[in-house]
């Protein structure tokens, strides 16, 4: 599987985007997808995740600011940005996790990540 993540770019704080990251191709239906994000210098971090279930997941950093939203025909995530900071600077790069019944990740797959630069 291969994600394409796109929809990144140069935004005002306070500004919104809306991040895409569409599958090449269907997997299983008990998965994973969510975002990631890496700024200069620190480490990648969790930013958002939905179930196939419909459960999600926020960072406290953007809780109330950001949506993650999924289209599973489409086999596409989003990730609604708003009342974007200069600290949400960073590259974010899509996940998707298959597994198991039981919770058992089988395949982990990456994007290859879109900038997002908020100006202050």
């Known amino acids: 599987v291969q994600l394409q993540a796109s929809g990144g770019g140069l935004v005002q704080a306070g500004g919104s985007l809306r991040l895409s990251c569409a599958a090449s191709?269907?997997?299983?239906?008990?998965?994973?997808m969510g975002w990631y994000r890496q700024a200069p210098g620190k480490e990648r971090e969790l930013v958002a995740t939905?179930?196939?279930?419909?459960?999600?997941n926020y960072a406290d950093s953007v809780k109330g600011r950001f949506i993650i939203s999924r289209d599973n025909p489409k086999n596409t995530v989003y990730l609604q940005l708003n009342n974007l900071r200069p600290e949400d600077t960073a590259v974010y790069y899509c996940?998707?996790?298959?597994?198991?019944?039981?919770?058992?990740?089988?395949?982990?797959?990456w994007g290859q990540g879109t900038l997002v630069t908020v100006s202050s």
């Open positions: 191709e269907s997997f299983s239906t008990i998965n994973i």
């Open positions: 996940n998707l996790k298959t597994m198991t019944w039981n919770a058992v990740t089988t395949a982990d797959y």
């Open positions: 939905e179930t196939s279930g419909g459960s999600t």
